[in-house]
């Protein structure tokens, strides 16, 4: 069965120092990835995807992912962490093809001043 | 910028009642959708349409109809509306296999 996973419910970070929110899947075929972020009472804004090319890919608000094939991991990862990016973050995919994205459950980002 | 609009941002249903949802995206996206969130639960798909009149069953459709009679705009209907479907909804579009791009959301409940 195809799944996403976001292994940690809650990150917490200080404010500046690196932070990272973990996302593996399960899916047949060549997935396309994506993270997207909540902020409290607002829809999903749209932060970046991997479809093809250079495994690392750069995104909004000065976040960026990794793919890794062999891990079948896309971690969401920015240099320094501010305090407004203090959200519920999501990962999802689709293996190709299908319309339909399967999402994670979320990650709840606390990033203390 | 692709916008996704909702008819409302709160809504207080009585049980029982009929309720109508909609949404409007401006971007001539073919594929449009609609999830409900849940704390704990994340985004679960209702239904989604790929082209107008036509639709498919998410997740979990049971309880709710879609109609898409024009392409810009896709309505969620909850027929006889539940104490259970209280939640927040969510609907998004995108073109072909591409990123969604979501509305504000509308938080509905139901007593």
């Known amino acids: 069965a195809q799944s996403v996973a976001q292994p940690e419910d809650q990150v917490n970070v200080a404010e500046g120092n690196p932070l990272t929110v973990k996302c593996t899947y399960s899916?047949?075929?060549?997935?396309?990835l994506f993270w997207y972020v909540q902020y409290p009472n607002r829809g999903l804004q749209f932060l970046l995807k991997?479809?093809?090319?250079d495994n690392l890919v750069k995104g909004s608000y000065g976040f960026e992912a990794e793919f890794n094939k062999s891990q079948t991991s896309f971690h969401l990862k920015k240099p320094s962490a501010l305090v407004s990016d203090s959200a519920l973050y999501f990962c999802?995919?689709?293996?190709?093809?299908?319309?339909?994205?399967?999402w994670g459950l979320g990650t709840s980002l606390a990033v203390n001043p | 910028d692709v916008k996704v609009t909702q008819s409302s941002r709160y809504l207080v249903k009585r049980t029982g009642e009929k309720v109508f949802l909609e949404c409007v995206q401006d971007?001539?996206?073919?594929?449009m959708f609609w999830y409900r969130q849940d704390p704990g639960l994340g985004l679960r798909l209702i239904y989604f349409?790929?082209?107008?009149?036509?639709?498919e069953k998410g997740d979990i459709p049971e309880g709710y109809s879609v109609s898409r009679e024009k392409k810009e705009r896709f309505s969620l209907i909850l027929e006889s509306a539940s104490t259970n479907q209280t939640s927040m909804y969510l609907c998004?579009?995108?073109?072909?296999?591409?990123?969604?791009?979501f509305g504000p959301g509308t938080r509905l409940t139901v007593t």
């Open positions: 999802a995919v689709n293996a190709g093809n299908n319309r339909k994205l399967i």
């Open positions: 899916v047949s075929g060549n997935p396309y």
């Open positions: 991997y479809i093809t090319g």
């Open positions: 971007m001539d996206h073919e594929n």
């Open positions: 349409s790929y082209d107008v009149k036509m639709k």
């Open positions: 998004a579009s995108s073109l072909e296999v591409s990123e969604q791009y």
